[in-house]
């Protein structure tokens, strides 16, 4: 197991707080409330030292949850929460009012998996909204499912230059129609030829499914993603609690370690399991490296 690992990727919600639409009539171990106590004999056994929650709801109070989850639990880093895009006016408003009051705020992402239109984050107000977040450097969090969704990012990155974006749980490669890459691998490679896109190795076990979730049938999505995007502009995320569905928060990071381990050398397994994340998200902390 690495030294140091900063988790990217992890959720809680809690259903007394926030209404949470994609967990209605769910019947998974997924649908009840899930703090981030729970994960802390398991993370520290990972050695996870620092994490980053991310939105489960597209609403303020989803958001507001994180943040005190944060200013609460010391190895929580960051919070990639949620802003009404499709109105800038009220998140021009936000960002001058009370992102320099809230030092774990460090991104935004919208589920734009769930929207029936794979164009969303193409729609005007939207764009508004986050030439803003480039205007304050805050980045985007892209939680795509289709070759629609990269199409989408790529214009979106031609309309606003200066958005650092990452693909959450790299959009999904396309392991259950077993193509060796296909349309999506094309487009990873078209978007990677953009520095302001990066790749976020995580959700891979929900992706592969249950059985499946191995270092020998990751890898080559793994490899695929290094190899395109560089050791400079990919990190990863447990996702958590999401991930239980394919098994446990160990399995993840023990699975993503060997694959790593495999593929590259020492200084570069840092980058990628460290620094590159405490980078993208401007994490501030103590280096325990």
């Not at 919600?13 to 649908?31: I, K, M, Q, R, V």
């Amino acid at each position: 197991m690495p030294e140091a690992i900063i988790d990217t990727h992890i959720h809680v919600w809690d259903l007394e707080a926030a209404a949470y639409p994609w967990l209605e009539g769910d019947t998974s171990l997924l649908n009840r409330t899930y703090s981030i106590k729970e994960l802390e004999a398991d993370r520290t056994r990972a050695n996870v030292v620092a994490g980053v929650l991310v939105q489960a709801s597209g609403n303020p109070e989803d958001t507001a949850l994180m943040l005190e989850v944060a200013r609460q639990t010391p190895w929580i880093k960051g919070v990639v929460g949620w802003l009404p895009l499709q109105d800038p006016e009220h998140v021009g408003k936000w960002l001058e009012e009370n992102y320099r009051a809230e030092p774990y705020f460090k991104g935004v992402r919208h589920q734009i998996h769930d929207e029936p239109d794979v164009r969303w984050l193409l729609q005007p107000p939207v764009l508004e909204s986050l030439k803003l977040l480039a205007r304050h450097g805050l980045p985007y969090d892209l939680v795509g499912i289709s070759d629609g969704h990269i199409e989408t990012a790529l214009k979106v990155a031609d309309k606003v230059p200066g958005l650092r974006l990452v693909f959450d749980h790299l959009n999904q490669p396309p392991v259950q129609t077993r193509e060796k890459f296909g349309k999506w691998g094309d487009l990873m490679k078209t978007a990677a030829e953009n520095p302001d896109f990066h790749a976020k190795i995580s959700g891979l076990g929900t992706v592969f499914g249950v059985g499946k979730w191995t270092p020998e049938n990751v890898l080559p999505s793994i490899a695929f993603a290094l190899e395109t995007f560089g050791t400079d502009r990919c990190f990863c995320g447990g996702d958590w609690p999401v991930s239980l569905l394919a098994g446990g928060y160990r399995q993840t990071w023990e699975t993503y370690g060997a694959v790593l381990a495999e593929l590259l050398e020492a200084a570069e397994q840092e980058k990628v399991l460290y620094t590159n994340a405490k980078t993208f998200y401007s994490l501030e902390m103590e280096d325990t490296l």
